[in-house]
C-alpha cells in the first residue's frame, strides 16, 4: 500500500488493491440476526406502525411510519426484535430495526410484482437499500438532465476490491443493469470505467469501456471524471449537477440481477481485512451485524483496536461491532491500536509535504490555519476547501500529525449546516 | 453482540508515512554533523566548546521560554537543537561563550518563540540571530580576528573580506580546491563547502530540505557573480569563489530553506531562492558588508509571504 523510500526524491505514491486472479469466490455467510437503518428520525412513536413482536416476510416492504415514505426491505424473514432510534455517520437520525431470522417466515412477492414494469417508480420504491448505493437523486436526474451515465467499477478506497470482483464474477448482471439504466435514464452515453489494471478481460458489456489510473485517488469523482471524460467539474459541484449520473458497479450488478430474478438482490460484497492484513471477501445480505461476519471472517476485536468501516484513507471508525453492513460498507478493516500513532497537538510547520501530495492542488498549509481557528468561510473563499477531493492523502504525511482531514470533513459539515440553515431562512 | 470490546475511535487516514518533526530536525543534525565534525578538526576545542555550548543552550532557552509562557514543551521535536547547531556553525572558533549564549537566546526567544513558536516565525531565527549579533558585537565575529589564536598553514586572511578591501586580485591567491575543502579562514563550519553539500544533498533526498530553493538559491550566486566578474574581472571575484566562500552554501541549504519562513509551491520557492542567491551577490559586490548571506536570507524571508502566493488553480476552480 505504502510506497516509501527512505529517500524521497519523489513523492510517496499510493495504489488501489488490484484483485489477482486467484481470488477466491466471496464467502457467503448468513446471519440470524438482521439490523437496519431507516432514513427517518424516531422521534415520536404515535406514528410508527410497526412494533417489536412483529413478522416480517422475505423481501417484505417495511413502512415504519404512516406519516413518512421511508421503507426498508427485510433481507430475510423474521420478527421485529426492537424498533429504537439511531443517530447515524454525521449526525444522521436514523430508526433502527433489530430483527431476528425465522425459518419458516413467509417470502413477500411484491417486489416480483413490481419487477415486471422496468420504471424509476420500481426502482424508488424497492431499491434504495441495494447494495454497492444507489442514490436516487442521481439517476432520477434531479439536479440536472442526465447527458452521461458512469458505472464507476473503481474502489473506494486502498484496501478494498469489491467493485473488482463484482465486475469480474457479475459482469452478465452489470450488463443487465446497464439496461435497466438507460431505460429510466434515457441516458444518451454510458460509460464503464475500470482501473488501468483490470481493463483486461471484461466481458461484454453494452457501454464504452474507459481505464483509469490506479494511483490513489484517481477514482474519486472528480479526477476520474477529468480523466475519462476530459471534465472538469467546479469545486464542490456534484457530478449529478453538471448532468453526470455517477453508479457504483455493484449498484447497477444488483439492479440487473434484481430485474431479472424478480427478486431484490441483497447480497453486498465486503472486502474484509485483518490486523495483519490478511484480506478475505464476503458476501453478506446488506443488514448483517459485523460482529457476525468477523466472527465468520475469525477475527477478534480486542480492547483498543481500531473497527473501520471504508478503508485506510477515509473510513470511518465504528465505536462497536454492534453495527450491520451498509449498502455503501465495501471493506470492513481491523486495526491494531498501535498501528498509527495519535494525532499531534504540534503547529503546522509549514513544510508543504500535504501541499506536495494533495492531487487537488489545495493550498493545505494555509488551509489549515483557518480551519484550526474555525475560519469556515475564508477558508472556502480564499483557501480551495470545495476543490479538496477527500481523500486524507494531506493528514497520512504530516510530520506535526495534524488532523487536517478530520477539521476539513468538519469543515464542510459545518459549512453545509449553516447554508442550509440560511437557506430555510430565505 | 459479543461482549462489548472497548473500540479506538479516531478519525480517517489510519495510515500515516511516520513522518515527525523530531525526525526532520534528527535529518537536520544529521546532514550538519560532517561540516561540524571537520570544524571541529580544523579549530580544536574551542570550536567543539562553541558548538556544544550553542546546541545546549538553545536547548535550554526553548525549555525556559517554555515554562516561562505556559506553552507545551517542545525541546523534543529537535527544532532547539537544530538551531543551535546551525548558529554554532556560523560563529567562529574565537566567539566568547556568552556570545554563543545570547545568541542562542536571539535565535531561540527573539527569533521563533515570540512570533508564536514553531511553525509562525517569519524570519529564520538564526539569520535574525546573526544579524543582531553582526551589528551589536562586530568585532567578535572578525574572522581576520581569528589569526592571533590560530596559524593553520594557510593563507589566513577571510576571502570575502580580502577581496572586498583588494579586489580580485586577492582571490586568485585561493585555490577553488582549497575552498571547496574548507582551508580557509572562517566560521566553524560555513568554510566546509565540500561537507555542506554532501549534507545539503542528504536533506534534499530525504525529503526534508526542497530542492528547489537551494538549487535556485545556487544558481542565482554563480550567475549573479558571473555577470560582475565578467563586466569588471579585476574588482569582482568569480563564481566559484563566491559559491564556496562565506556562509553562501551553508545559506542555501540551511538557512534559506527553513520551513516556516520559506514558501512551498513551485514557481514560489525558485523565485524565492534565486533572490537570495541574487541579493547575496549584490551586497557582497555593491552593498556594504563582505558576506551578504544573512540579510539575503532575511530579505528573502520577508518577500516569502507574498511570492507564496503564485500558486496554482486549484481542481475545479474557476476565476
Ligand atoms: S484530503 Fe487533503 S490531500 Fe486530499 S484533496 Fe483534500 S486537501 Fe488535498
Ligand atoms: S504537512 Fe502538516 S506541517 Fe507540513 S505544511 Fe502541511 S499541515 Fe503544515
Given at each position: 500500500m505504502f510506497q516509501r523510500s527512505l529517500f524521497r526524491t519523489s513523492r510517496p505514491r499510493f495504489f488501489y488493491q488490484t484483485l489477482t486472479t486467484e481470488a477466491p469466490v466471496a464467502v457467503t455467510a448468513s446471519s440470524r440476526r438482521m439490523i437496519l437503518f431507516c432514513d427517518h428520525p424516531l422521534e415520536r412513536t404515535d406514528h410508527l406502525c410497526i412494533k417489536a413482536g412483529d413478522m416480517v416476510a422475505a423481501g417484505e416492504r417495511i413502512v415504519p411510519f404512516s406519516d413518512a415514505s421511508a421503507y426498508v426491505v427485510a433481507p430475510v424473514a423474521g420478527r421485529i426484535q426492537a424498533v429504537s432510534p439511531f443517530v447515524g455517520d454525521f449526525g444522521k437520525n436514523w430508526t433502527r430495526i433489530d430483527l431476528a431470522a425465522e425459518d419458516r417466515g413467509d417470502v413477500d412477492s411484491g417486489f416480483a410484482a413490481a419487477a415486471d414494469q422496468v420504471s424509476l417508480e420500481t426502482v424508488r420504491q424497492w431499491m434504495t437499500g441495494l447494495p454497492g448505493g444507489l442514490e436516487m437523486a442521481v439517476i432520477a436526474g434531479a439536479e440536472a438532465p442526465i447527458d452521461t451515465l458512469v458505472v464507476a467499477a473503481t474502489e473506494s478506497d486502498l484496501l478494498s476490491v469489491s467493485a473488482q470482483y463484482v465486475l469480474r464474477h457479475r459482469i452478465g448482471a452489470v450488463s443487465r443493469g446497464i439496461d435497466v439504466l438507460r431505460e429510466i435514464t434515457n441516458a444518451p452515453r454510458v460509460v464503464l470505467?475500470?482501473?488501468?489494471?483490470?481493463?483486461?478481460?471484461?466481458?461484454?458489456?453494452?457501454?464504452?469501456?474507459?481505464?483509469v489510473s490506479t494511483v490513489y485517488p484517481a477514482a474519486a469523482p472528480g479526477l476520474m471524471l477529468r480523466e475519462v471524460l476530459h471534465r472538469e467539474l467546479p469545486a464542490g459541484g456534484s457530478p449529478a449537477a453538471a448532468g453526470i449520473a455517477v453508479v457504483p458497479v455493484e449498484a447497477v450488478a444488483a439492479l440487473g440481477r434484481s430485474f431479472a430474478e424478480k427478486r431484490l438482490a441483497l447480497e453486498k460484497v465486503v472486502t474484509v481485512v485483518d490486523k495483519s492484513g490478511r484480506r478475505t471477501l464476503f458476501e453478506v445480505p446488506v443488514g448483517t451485524p459485523v460482529a457476525d461476519l468477523l466472527a465468520t471472517a475469525d477475527i477478534q476485536l480486542e480492547n483498543g483496536d481500531r473497527l473501520i468501516a471504508g478503508g485506510p484513507m477515509t473510513g470511518l471508525c465504528r465505536y462497536t461491532d454492534d453495527y450491520p453492513v451498509r449498502p455503501d460498507t465495501h471493506c470492513l478493516m481491523v486495526q491494531d491500536a498501535a498501528a498509527v500513532g495519535r494525532v499531534g497537538s504540534d503547529p503546522c510547520i509549514n513544510c508543504g509535504e500535504c501541499v506536495r501530495i494533495c492531487p487537488a492542488r489545495v493550498p493545505v498549509n494555509m488551509l489549515v490555519r483557518f480551519l484550526e481557528v474555525g475560519k469556515y468561510e475564508t477558508a472556502a473563499a480564499e483557501y480551495d476547501l470545495f476543490s479538496c477531493l477527500d481523500c486524507g492523502l494531506c493528514a497520512s504525511v504530516c510530520p506535526a500529525r495534524i488532523p487536517i482531514f478530520q477539521y476539513i470533513r468538519l469543515a464542510k459539515y459545518e459549512l453545509a449546516l449553516s447554508r442550509a440553515a440560511e437557506a430555510e431562512n430565505v | 453482540?459479543?461482549?462489548?470490546?472497548?473500540?479506538?475511535?479516531?478519525?480517517?487516514?489510519?495510515?500515516?508515512?511516520?513522518?515527525?518533526?523530531?525526525?526532520?530536525?534528527?535529518?537536520?543534525?544529521?546532514?550538519?554533523?560532517?561540516?561540524?565534525?571537520?570544524?571541529?578538526?580544523?579549530?580544536?576545542?574551542?570550536?567543539?566548546?562553541?558548538?556544544?555550548?550553542?546546541?545546549?543552550?538553545?536547548?535550554?532557552?526553548?525549555?525556559?521560554?517554555?515554562?516561562?509562557?505556559?506553552?507545551?514543551?517542545?525541546?523534543?521535536?529537535?527544532?532547539?537543537?537544530?538551531?543551535?547547531?546551525?548558529?554554532?556553525?556560523?560563529?567562529?572558533?574565537?566567539?566568547?561563550?556568552?556570545?554563543?549564549?545570547?545568541?542562542?537566546?536571539?535565535?531561540?526567544?527573539?527569533?521563533?518563540?515570540?512570533?508564536?513558536?514553531?511553525?509562525?516565525?517569519?524570519?529564520?531565527?538564526?539569520?535574525?540571530?546573526?544579524?543582531?549579533?553582526?551589528?551589536?558585537?562586530?568585532?567578535?565575529?572578525?574572522?581576520?580576528?581569528?589569526?592571533?589564536?590560530?596559524?593553520?598553514?594557510?593563507?589566513?586572511?577571510?576571502?570575502?573580506?580580502?577581496?572586498?578591501?583588494?579586489?580580485?586580485?586577492?582571490?586568485?591567491?585561493?585555490?577553488?580546491?582549497?575552498?571547496?575543502?574548507?582551508?580557509?579562514?572562517?566560521?566553524?563550519?560555513?568554510?566546509?563547502?565540500?561537507?555542506?553539500?554532501?549534507?545539503?544533498?542528504?536533506?534534499?533526498?530525504?525529503?526534508?530540505?526542497?530542492?528547489?530553493?537551494?538549487?535556485?538559491?545556487?544558481?542565482?550566486?554563480?550567475?549573479?557573480?558571473?555577470?560582475?566578474?565578467?563586466?569588471?574581472?579585476?574588482?569582482?571575484?568569480?563564481?566559484?569563489?563566491?559559491?564556496?566562500?562565506?556562509?553562501?552554501?551553508?545559506?542555501?541549504?540551511?538557512?534559506?530553506?527553513?520551513?516556516?519562513?520559506?514558501?512551498?509551491?513551485?514557481?514560489?520557492?525558485?523565485?524565492?531562492?534565486?533572490?537570495?542567491?541574487?541579493m547575496t551577490i549584490l551586497i557582497r559586490n555593491i552593498g556594504a558588508y563582505p558576506d551578504g548571506v544573512i540579510y539575503a536570507v532575511l530579505v528573502i524571508n520577508m518577500i516569502n509571504p507574498l511570492v507564496d502566493k503564485i500558486r496554482p488553480k486549484a481542481l475545479g476552480k474557476v476565476t
Amino acid at each position: 500500500m505504502f510506497q516509501r523510500s527512505l529517500f524521497r526524491t519523489s513523492r510517496p505514491r499510493f495504489f488501489y488493491q488490484t484483485l489477482t486472479t486467484e481470488a477466491p469466490v466471496a464467502v457467503t455467510a448468513s446471519s440470524r440476526r438482521m439490523i437496519l437503518f431507516c432514513d427517518h428520525p424516531l422521534e415520536r412513536t404515535d406514528h410508527l406502525c410497526i412494533k417489536a413482536g412483529d413478522m416480517v416476510a422475505a423481501g417484505e416492504r417495511i413502512v415504519p411510519f404512516s406519516d413518512a415514505s421511508a421503507y426498508v426491505v427485510a433481507p430475510v424473514a423474521g420478527r421485529i426484535q426492537a424498533v429504537s432510534p439511531f443517530v447515524g455517520d454525521f449526525g444522521k437520525n436514523w430508526t433502527r430495526i433489530d430483527l431476528a431470522a425465522e425459518d419458516r417466515g413467509d417470502v413477500d412477492s411484491g417486489f416480483a410484482a413490481a419487477a415486471d414494469q422496468v420504471s424509476l417508480e420500481t426502482v424508488r420504491q424497492w431499491m434504495t437499500g441495494l447494495p454497492g448505493g444507489l442514490e436516487m437523486a442521481v439517476i432520477a436526474g434531479a439536479e440536472a438532465p442526465i447527458d452521461t451515465l458512469v458505472v464507476a467499477a473503481t474502489e473506494s478506497d486502498l484496501l478494498s476490491v469489491s467493485a473488482q470482483y463484482v465486475l469480474r464474477h457479475r459482469i452478465g448482471a452489470v450488463s443487465r443493469g446497464i439496461d435497466v439504466l438507460r431505460e429510466i435514464t434515457n441516458a444518451p452515453r454510458v460509460v464503464l470505467v475500470v482501473g488501468r489494471d483490470t481493463v483486461q478481460g471484461i466481458g461484454h458489456v453494452n457501454a464504452e469501456i474507459r481505464a483509469v489510473s490506479t494511483v490513489y485517488p484517481a477514482a474519486a469523482p472528480g479526477l476520474m471524471l477529468r480523466e475519462v471524460l476530459h471534465r472538469e467539474l467546479p469545486a464542490g459541484g456534484s457530478p449529478a449537477a453538471a448532468g453526470i449520473a455517477v453508479v457504483p458497479v455493484e449498484a447497477v450488478a444488483a439492479l440487473g440481477r434484481s430485474f431479472a430474478e424478480k427478486r431484490l438482490a441483497l447480497e453486498k460484497v465486503v472486502t474484509v481485512v485483518d490486523k495483519s492484513g490478511r484480506r478475505t471477501l464476503f458476501e453478506v445480505p446488506v443488514g448483517t451485524p459485523v460482529a457476525d461476519l468477523l466472527a465468520t471472517a475469525d477475527i477478534q476485536l480486542e480492547n483498543g483496536d481500531r473497527l473501520i468501516a471504508g478503508g485506510p484513507m477515509t473510513g470511518l471508525c465504528r465505536y462497536t461491532d454492534d453495527y450491520p453492513v451498509r449498502p455503501d460498507t465495501h471493506c470492513l478493516m481491523v486495526q491494531d491500536a498501535a498501528a498509527v500513532g495519535r494525532v499531534g497537538s504540534d503547529p503546522c510547520i509549514n513544510c508543504g509535504e500535504c501541499v506536495r501530495i494533495c492531487p487537488a492542488r489545495v493550498p493545505v498549509n494555509m488551509l489549515v490555519r483557518f480551519l484550526e481557528v474555525g475560519k469556515y468561510e475564508t477558508a472556502a473563499a480564499e483557501y480551495d476547501l470545495f476543490s479538496c477531493l477527500d481523500c486524507g492523502l494531506c493528514a497520512s504525511v504530516c510530520p506535526a500529525r495534524i488532523p487536517i482531514f478530520q477539521y476539513i470533513r468538519l469543515a464542510k459539515y459545518e459549512l453545509a449546516l449553516s447554508r442550509a440553515a440560511e437557506a430555510e431562512n430565505v | 453482540m459479543s461482549e462489548a470490546k472497548q473500540l479506538i475511535v479516531s478519525h480517517a487516514p489510519f495510515v500515516h508515512d511516520g513522518s515527525s518533526i523530531a525526525n526532520r530536525s534528527g535529518h537536520v543534525l544529521l546532514a550538519l554533523t560532517p561540516a561540524a565534525l571537520a570544524g571541529m578538526f580544523r579549530w580544536g576545542v574551542p570550536a567543539l566548546g562553541v558548538i556544544a555550548l550553542a546546541v545546549s543552550s538553545a536547548m535550554l532557552w526553548e525549555l525556559a521560554f517554555n515554562k516561562v509562557a505556559r506553552r507545551s514543551e517542545g525541546i523534543s521535536d529537535g527544532n532547539a537543537a537544530a538551531i543551535g547547531l546551525v548558529l554554532g556553525l556560523l560563529l567562529p572558533a574565537t566567539s566568547p561563550w556568552w556570545l554563543v549564549i545570547v545568541g542562542t537566546f536571539l535565535a531561540v526567544v527573539i527569533g521563533k518563540q515570540i512570533f508564536g513558536g514553531i511553525g509562525a516565525n517569519p524570519f529564520n531565527p538564526v539569520a535574525v540571530s546573526m544579524a543582531i549579533l553582526a551589528v551589536s558585537w562586530k568585532q567578535f565575529l572578525d574572522f581576520d580576528a581569528m589569526l592571533l589564536a590560530y596559524d593553520p598553514g594557510f593563507t589566513m586572511l577571510e576571502p570575502l573580506t580580502a577581496v572586498k578591501a583588494f579586489g580580485n586580485e586577492v582571490a586568485t591567491r585561493f585555490s577553488v580546491f582549497d575552498l571547496l575543502m574548507g582551508r580557509q579562514t572562517g566560521a566553524i563550519g560555513a568554510p566546509f563547502g565540500l561537507w555542506l553539500i554532501v549534507g545539503g544533498v542528504y536533506l534534499v533526498m530525504s525529503g526534508v530540505v526542497r530542492w528547489e530553493i537551494p538549487t535556485a538559491f545556487l544558481v542565482a550566486v554563480i550567475v549573479t557573480a558571473a555577470a560582475f566578474h565578467l563586466a569588471d574581472p579585476l574588482r569582482y571575484a568569480g563564481p566559484a569563489f563566491h559559491l564556496f566562500t562565506g556562509y553562501t552554501l551553508i545559506g542555501a541549504f540551511f538557512l534559506a530553506t527553513e520551513d516556516s519562513s520559506s514558501p512551498v509551491n513551485f514557481w514560489p520557492m525558485l523565485i524565492y531562492g534565486a533572490a537570495g542567491g541574487l541579493m547575496t551577490i549584490l551586497i557582497r559586490n555593491i552593498g556594504a558588508y563582505p558576506d551578504g548571506v544573512i540579510y539575503a536570507v532575511l530579505v528573502i524571508n520577508m518577500i516569502n509571504p507574498l511570492v507564496d502566493k503564485i500558486r496554482p488553480k486549484a481542481l475545479g476552480k474557476v476565476t
